[in-house]
């Protein structure tokens, strides 16, 4: 992975830290061409990744950068599901509505049939088509690694289903060709549960900063678990929803030699400029 990645967040109104940024961003980027320009910017700055949830908006992204050899260096990591839509759909279709119009094929006149009992029996075949279903706006664009949404990989951690980490796990990497990774705001119980599971050295992205927001266990025991550089560790909520300056943010975790990649976001040239800066300065890269 390279070592910025850049993330969405700010794209769809989320702001952790404050509801009038988030209402100021969902106006911004109501407009689809907003976000490619912002996206035109980190490329600019030297960055290549984007990594991004499965919003229906991302897929205006996806038919731009798909087959443009301006973007033939620019790779995508999709994260999935995005919650809010399935949540939506719910509400709005029922959970049978639902499966009928995100699965593909004849599955929901079987699923119908069956009703839960199909659920029961044959759960992961149905994940797998969910996942080939949310994956196809990103046909014919480099998606190396693809993520599983802290909100699913979280739920399933706590209620102890590792054999649907285990499914995604395994879809991911041989039907889609790709490195199955998994967000999360507890690292030292994922990866003690991934590698029980049989899964070594997983990709992971967990929240790292300096005040251990969003990092359950605390901070102590994430940098014990950092040092011993048992995963691909990429940093996430680094700044703490802005309660930490960029400088002394960057500074600290570019200091963990464990973490491997940094993801922030960012919607001006000028933030996102000076966070890049800040991460090659801090990493021993030359600026």
């Excluded at 990989?153 to 995604?168: A, H, I, N, R, S």
């Excluded at 490195?179 to 070594?200: Q, R, V, W, Y």
């Excluded at 943010?249 to 001006?268: N, R």
Aim: glycine residues 8%; aromatic residues 10%; proline residues 4%.
């Amino acid at each position: 992975m390279d070592r910025v990645l850049f993330g969405d967040n700010q794209f769809f109104g989320v702001n952790h830290a404050s509801d009038e940024k988030s209402r100021a961003q969902t106006i911004r980027f109501q407009d689809n061409k907003a976000i490619m320009d912002v996206l035109d910017i980190a490329i600019d700055e030297g960055i290549n990744t984007f990594m991004c949830t499965t919003h229906d908006r991302i897929e205006y992204i996806c038919d731009i950068v798909r087959g443009n050899p301006k973007y033939q260096d620019f790779k995508i990591y999709p994260c999935m599901p995005y919650a809010h839509k399935y949540a939506n759909a719910v509400t709005e279709l029922g959970i049978l509505g639902t499966v009928k119009h995100f699965v593909p094929g004849n599955v929901f006149s079987t699923f119908a049939k069956g009703g839960f009992a199909f659920v029961k029996k044959d759960f992961a075949s149905l994940v797998k088509l969910m996942i080939d279903a949310e994956l196809k706006m990103f046909r014919g664009i480099n998606t190396p690694v693809i993520w599983m949404q802290n909100v699913i990989t979280d739920l399933l951690l706590g209620l102890g289903m590792v054999d649907f980490l285990k499914v995604f796990y395994d879809h991911i990497k041989e039907k889609h060709e790709a490195e199955p990774g998994f967000i999360t705001m507890n690292l030292p119980l994922l990866l003690d549960t991934l590698e029980k599971a049989g899964i070594k050295n997983p990709t992971i992205c967990a929240s790292i900063n300096s005040i251990g927001f969003r990092m359950s266990g605390g901070k102590e025991r994430y940098e014990e678990v950092i040092a011993q550089k048992r995963c691909n560790l990429v940093a996430m909520q680094v700044l703490a929803a802005g309660a930490i300056p960029p400088k002394e943010a960057f500074q600290y975790v570019c200091g963990l030699s464990g973490v491997d990649s940094i993801l922030f976001g960012a919607s001006s040239r000028g933030n996102i400029r000076q966070s890049k800066q800040l991460i090659d300065s801090f990493s021993g890269t030359p600026v």
